[in-house]
């Protein structure tokens, strides 16, 4: 699992390197490293936490997390500061795994790569961290709750009139420049669908797309979430006016601009089920939970 030998002339030496998947033998993993908010949210959702020692930067969940060494960003996590904490494991995503993967490698620190696109790999994530770690079955109720509450949300709006959204996950602040939006091929975008919508932005490899001013009038969608980072103000500015510059938009025209604050929105772990949930209250407000 990575362990590490220290001499003055070589630094840092891989001795061994042990899969945690050997026919069970091998003992489940001690001090772990989370690199993403959805990693840390789903290690402690099956129980694995409190070997959780260093998480990302972004990382704010459980509240524990407060407390714990910080590794770094998104793609540029600290490999001395990792090094030095002697993981065992260091969990991943694979959005992450080409900026990290190999480095870790390098060093002999054992990484699991967990999907993170579809809400299919939401799934698999949680399986695949509850093997890891030795929790498979609490993984297995985990994934149980939150396919149960999903299932509740597309029961509550199956019978609900189709409704066009756009959902924004950037942009420049006080402006419509630099939109990014979700689009089909997302696990966001499936949560849209199981709430009574459908995403109207084209398909993309990312599940995310740039748009124009331009493109979201051709779109024309019937609600826009617009998903605020950080605090609500951003700025000081009102979400809801910035899209008063498109009032051809029928969105916009009809008041179904929906500015959200939520800091478990764009991760692919148990949340989902929250982020299905709120949706639903948005585009059906009558199948509010």
Known sequence: MGI??????????PLAFLACAVAGAATA??????????????????????????????????????????????ADSNLEEIVSLHPDL????????????????????HSLSVPDQTLKDVFAAIDLIGKATGHEAQARELSTRVHAR????????RALPRRRVLLIVDRTPGTLHDLYAVTKGGFLADLIEIAGGDSVAAPAKIGYGKL?????????????????????????ENARAVWGDLPEVEAVRTGQVYPVN??????????VADTAELFAGIIHREAAH
């Not at 590490?4 to 030496?13: D, E, M, P, Q, V």
């Not at 979201?216 to 980072?229: E, K």
Request: hydrophobic share 40%; proline share 8%.
């Open 4 to 13: 590490l030998a220290f001499t003055k002339s070589a630094g840092f030496i």
């Open 29 to 74: 993993p001690q001090r772990i490293i989370s690199t993403s908010p959805s990693v840390t949210e789903i290690l402690y959702g099956v129980g694995a936490f409190d070997r959780v020692v260093a998480v990302s930067e972004y990382c704010t969940y459980p509240p524990a997390v407060k407390s714990l060494p910080r590794v770094g960003k998104w």
């Open 90 to 109: 260091v969990i991943l995503t694979h959005a992450q795994a080409p900026f990290l993967e190999g480095h870790l490698r390098d060093l002999g620190i």
């Open 150 to 157: 999903l299932d509740a949300v597309r029961a509550r709006t």
């Open 212 to 236: 124009s001013e331009e493109a979201v009038v051709d779109l024309n969608p019937q609600i826009i979430i617009d998903f605020v980072h950080g605090t609500s103000s951003r700025l000081g």
């Open 262 to 271: 939520n800091e478990f929105l764009p991760h692919p772990s148990q949340f």
